[in-house]
């Protein structure tokens, strides 16, 4: 991703460049996320339920919609039931029904 990024820099293509960044950022968060769960605060729960959405809204809007199904799945032991739930409204059940109707 990180070569992608440069070439679409290279070239001016600022739109792939931007979808480019914006995987590669989803990427090193779910790496982050690799610390064992036992070992995160509720402090760091919060920091990552925020950063998960601004995360999923970007990648939507990028059309990265796959990549806001790993995100969700990385992030989901560390969210509260309300936040899933939530997000499954925002992201998830229109990721799927959009799915759905492309078949």
């Not at 293509?13 to 509720?42: C, G, M, W």
């Not at 959405?53 to 992030?75: D, H, P, W, Y």
Request: aromatic content about 10%; proline content about 2%; hydrophobic content about 45%.
């Amino acid at each position: 991703l990180e070569r992608s990024i440069w070439c679409f820099e290279q070239t001016d293509n600022i739109d792939l460049a931007v979808k480019a960044r914006t995987h590669f950022s989803s990427v090193l968060f779910r790496l982050e996320l690799e610390i064992p769960h036992d070992e995160k605060t509720a402090n760091d729960c919060a920091v990552i339920e925020v950063r998960a959405a601004q995360l999923m809204e970007s990648l939507t809007r990028e059309g990265l919609f796959f990549e806001v199904l790993n995100i969700f799945s990385s992030v989901a032991p560390f969210l509260s039931e309300y936040t899933k739930e939530e997000m499954e409204k925002r992201f998830i059940r229109k990721i799927r029904l959009a799915g759905a109707g492309e078949d």
